[in-house]
């Protein structure tokens, strides 16, 4: 017969196998999976940024020159600054939200895309500074993680890498 005491020492190893067993399940999941949703996980809010600057191919939307040249300012050393070069300013963010998302989703200059939209990140928060917690944090992790695993098997870079006969990570 099974007393109290008994019941609670047995209770530790059972939950000890239990999230021993869950741990091993986790562990059975590809890296490569896991970077790839996290690809698409980081390309999606700059995509979606993208599409909307522009009303056709390489014609800015009013609104987005409206915003570069009115309304976005660069929050520097307590001070604000109007942006630099507005409208050039908006066609290469748009250019970059269109362009390195693509690049990251199909894992071809992966490592690189995702420089390309850690500098975005950073220019963002200065121009949005209190979005740090909330949505910049979270891109710039997402971000240094693609830069430091590399986008997976799962990619293209992964494809070019075995034509050339290089070691692909």
Partial sequence: MNTAAQETSAAPGKLRQIVARTVRAFELIPASLTLLVLRFAAAIPFWRSGVNKWDGFLELSPGTRWLFENQFQLHLFGNTYPMPLPVLSAYLAGIGEILLPILLVLG??????????????????????????????????????????GPGKIALDHAVARWYGMPAR
């Fill in 108 to 149: 071809l200059g992966t490592r690189f895309a995702a420089l390309g939209l850690l500098i975005m990140t950073a220019v963002i928060q200065l121009t949005v500074p209190d979005a740090w917690p909330t949505h910049h944090l979270p891109w710039a992790a997402m971000l240094l993680v693609l830069m430091t695993w």
